[in-house]
């Protein structure tokens, strides 16, 4: 099992620019997140989705859209990058459906915006 | 406030002695609770997790929870070099929601 794989691993964009963070599970888990992480600021969540077909915004939504496409695939989607979007971003699955259980989390993507 | 705390460190300890990492957060309601460690560059991997008032523990592991002092704790004993890292406390604070404290940098020297 490759467990929570995301891509790309490192990307750099010009302000204003768009682009879609992919992320896939093979335990077929229920929920699915997104976080970015922040020196100093620890892992901050920006959507997750509980089951295909529902998402719902996390702490910091502003900025960002995401789409489960299926059970397995979550992705996430700037749409006109910012430099306060340079970040690290994790993906993370879940076997619950309403929290509270273990998140296993991807390798993670650096963003840098420019 | 921040609804989970940590001090940021870092903290220094010697190899085969114990380390305390300590965490508060502010809403009452939370239940479950969880340590993830992270090494430099890599993504968080779940150390232990928490539900229960008292002491959990796994191998060198014990996390202590009191949920009237909003209070999480972990004991990291015998300590390694392989354990320096940063320990993230999290809070499951309503169904999905996880929030994160900013971590705790833990250097064991040998």
């Known amino acids: 099992n490759a467990g929570v794989t995301q891509t790309p691993k490192f990307q750099v964009l010009k302000t204003g620019q768009s682009m879609t963070l992919q992320c896939a599970q093979d335990m077929n888990h229920n929920s699915m997140y997104w976080y970015r992480q922040d020196p100093g600021m620890g892992l901050r969540l920006i959507y997750y989705?509980?089951?295909?077909?529902?998402?719902d915004k996390g702490e910091v939504p502003n900025g960002y859209n995401v789409s489960r496409l299926n059970k397995r695939e979550f992705s996430l989607r700037l749409e006109s990058a910012a430099p306060s979007q340079t970040s690290v971003y994790f993906c993370?699955?879940?076997?619950?459906?309403?929290?509270?259980?273990?998140?296993?989390f991807g390798p993670g993507t650096r963003l840098t915006v420019l | 406030q921040k609804e989970v705390e940590q001090n940021s460190g870092p903290l220094s300890v010697p190899e085969g002695a114990i380390a305390s990492l300590n965490c508060t957060y502010s809403?009452?309601?939370?239940?479950?609770f969880f340590w993830y460690r992270q090494y430099s560059g890599k993504s968080p991997e779940l150390i232990m997790f928490i539900y229960s008032n008292g002491d959990k523990e796994d191998g060198r592991f014990t996390a202590q929870l009191n949920k009237a002092s909003q209070y999480v704790s972990l004991l990291i004993r015998d300590s390694q070099p392989s354990d320096s890292a940063t320990y993230l406390c999290?809070?499951?604070?309503?169904?999905?929601?996880?929030?994160f404290g900013a971590g705790t940098r833990l250097t064991v020297k040998p």
């Open positions: 993370a699955s879940s076997p619950g459906l309403a929290g509270g259980l273990e998140q296993f």
């Open positions: 989705s509980a089951s295909e077909g529902t998402t």
């Open positions: 999290a809070v499951n604070i309503l169904f999905n929601d996880m929030r």
């Open positions: 809403d009452r309601g939370s239940q479950s």
